[in-house]
């Protein structure tokens, strides 16, 4: 059989160096494994701007569409922040997610225990919480039409967005969020305000008939997500997976994702339709940025990078073994008192990029070790 495709995108600023570590990674899986891919890497941002004069290029993106998943670092910088809206690299990430029609946006909120005391919130609140988020990424008020900013006959202005939802587009989220819990622990929430708006009420009833209908094993709950987002700061380990919209999980993914610490430990997944042999297009990404403040100096952190790559071994390359070695090293590393700058606590070891990754392959080597 041929070996699975992943494109890599490492795009600006940290994106090559966190890249890096990510990379190290696969090497191990390679070598000590015997996992192959077929490794492909392209430009995406403002590197490719600069080679192409755009930040995606036409090429690239056939690539991505030929890949079995792509993983990317991060782009942008103030090198490109004047150019035209059109050439700006967070364009490039843009259409990479609108042509390969990437819809569920999974946000895992995971707390190390190493690093609950970090924590704004109490250690007992957040020690071992572990909750995934799936957002809708492509329909909602962000895309809603009409939509525009209008002068009224009075002189005044009128801003107004459309919060739009057809059955179909709730329902395939719905499907990527039951799908995840099944092979979770079986619990899936559902937030909207159907007290309040129509599209919440569709959401609410489609989420029902789906679970009724193809997910009856799966037990589904329904919460306002202003409620939503109280219980996810008061007792966020009562959730194991949330569904929602576009709007709402902006919102309840950046604060589930805080209770867990810094941006460099977060991960993400972007997935589209499945084909007729179940695969997805796919893209994993860190949450973060492409930090221009401390990109090129070897002090990023590449955890969320790499536990991006453990994302697309469990849900594109269904690798969950190696998946969860990736995240018991991760684990070990941290327990083990190393900490990059962001993470970084009284009494604990400061270590660089590359040492911090050297670390996390030297664990996976133990683990193969100790059977
Ligand atoms: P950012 O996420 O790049 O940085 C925010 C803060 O977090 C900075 O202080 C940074 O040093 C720190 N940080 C981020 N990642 C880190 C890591 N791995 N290790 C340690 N510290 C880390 O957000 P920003 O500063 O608002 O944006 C910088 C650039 O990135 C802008 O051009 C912005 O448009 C772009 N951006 C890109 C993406 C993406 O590629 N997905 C997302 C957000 C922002």
Known sequence: MANPKLLILAGDGLGPEVMREARRVLDWLHKRRGISFDLEEDLVGGAAYEVHGVPLADSTMARAQAADAVLLGAVGGPKWDALPFALKPERGLLRLRKELQLFANLRPALC?????????????????????????????????????????????????????????????????????????????CSMEKANVMESGVLWREEMTKLGAEEFPDVELSHMYADNGAMQLVRNPKQFDVIVTDNLFGDILSDEAGMLTGSLGMLPSASLGAADAQGRRKAMYEPVHGSAPDIAGRNVANPIATILSLSMALRYSFDLAREADRIEKAVS???????RTADIMQPGKARVSTSTMGDAIVREMEQSLAAG
């Open 112 to 188: 190390f225990d190493a690093l609950a005391e970090a924590s704004t919130l109490k250690y007992e609140v957040v020690a071992g919480l572990d909750v995934m988020i799936v957002r809708e990424l492509t329909g909602g008020i962000y895309f809603g039409e009409p939509r525009g900013i209008e002068t009224l006959p009075d002189g005044q202005r009128r801003g107004f967005n459309t919060q739009v939802y057809t059955t179909e587009e709730i329902r395939r989220v719905g499907r990527v969020a039951f799908e995840l819990a099944r092979k979770r622990k079986n619990r899936l």
């Open 332 to 338: 070990a590393v941290l327990a083990g008192g190393l």
